[in-house]
């Protein structure tokens, strides 16, 4: 199977925390996003990094992207009780489609 | 701007039943179309995409089948349920052929019985 994993596959963290992600996948990519999915409700774009990028910011965002490695966390600093959802990332792979990881449920305590 | 509408939100049905479940995009034009379904905290399956009007591929081999009759419509159909197709339904739509970010509707839920 193509599909990226996510690791961790839960994350528990309070207010105020950062909280990191990670996603790993197995072919070479034109692009690595991520997403966000609040319980019940359908995928909002977080943001985008190509493959000849390292690093992207965006507000309380921070993606870092290793081509050698085949991986890419997603850094949410200073937590808030509001961030609490599944983030997935999803790679583009030179077609028509992405391909989704299994995704990070993430809890943020107030 | 461009909004993407799906229908209904939640579905009870039958064991056997038939299904259809709409998504129309406004705004845009000749987008990619594409069908997704959640199981319960799990990630997301691509069932169906399309990049055009009529033209349908198929990701994996099911109980269910998708067309596209306009430009900016896509249906997702059954001609008989099984309970293995309970899930979160998702449409998607994204901007040409390159692929760039997806922008999703707000899903459906469909409960089989």
């Known amino acids: 199977s193509q599909q990226g994993e996510e690791d961790p596959q839960a994350l528990s963290i309070q207010e105020g925390e950062n909280a990191t992600m990670n996603c790993s996948y197995k072919t070479s990519i034109n692009n690595l996003q991520w997403y966000r999915q609040n319980s019940g409700r359908g995928l909002v774009h977080l943001i985008l990094i190509r493959s000849n990028e390292r690093e992207k910011h965006s507000g309380r965002l921070r993606v870092t992207l290793d081509t050698s490695k085949k991986s890419s966390s997603l850094l949410i600093t200073a937590s808030r009780a509001a961030d609490t959802a599944s983030y997935f990332c999803?790679?583009?792979?030179?077609?028509?489609?992405?391909?989704f990881g299994t995704g990070t449920r993430l809890q943020v305590f107030p | 701007s461009q909004t993407i509408h799906q229908w209904p939100a939640t579905l009870v049905q039958p064991v056997g039943s038939p299904l259809s479940l709409e998504c129309t995009v406004e705004?845009?034009?000749?987008?990619?179309l594409y069908w997704y379904r959640q199981a319960a905290g799990r990630g997301l399956q691509l069932l169906f995409y399309?990049?055009?009007?009529?033209?349908i591929s198929s990701e994996v081999p099911q109980n269910l089948s998708a067309s596209r009759p306009q430009d900016r419509q896509f249906i997702l159909s059954s001609k008989k349920l099984l309970l293995s197709d309970s899930g979160f339904y998702l449409c998607a739509w994204a901007p040409g052929t390159v692929q760039e970010t997806q922008y999703f509707g707000p899903g459906t839920r469909l409960l089989v019985l």
């Open positions: 999803a790679t583009s792979h030179n077609t028509d489609k992405l391909i």
């Open positions: 705004g845009t034009s000749n987008p990619n």
């Open positions: 399309s990049v055009g009007i009529g033209q």
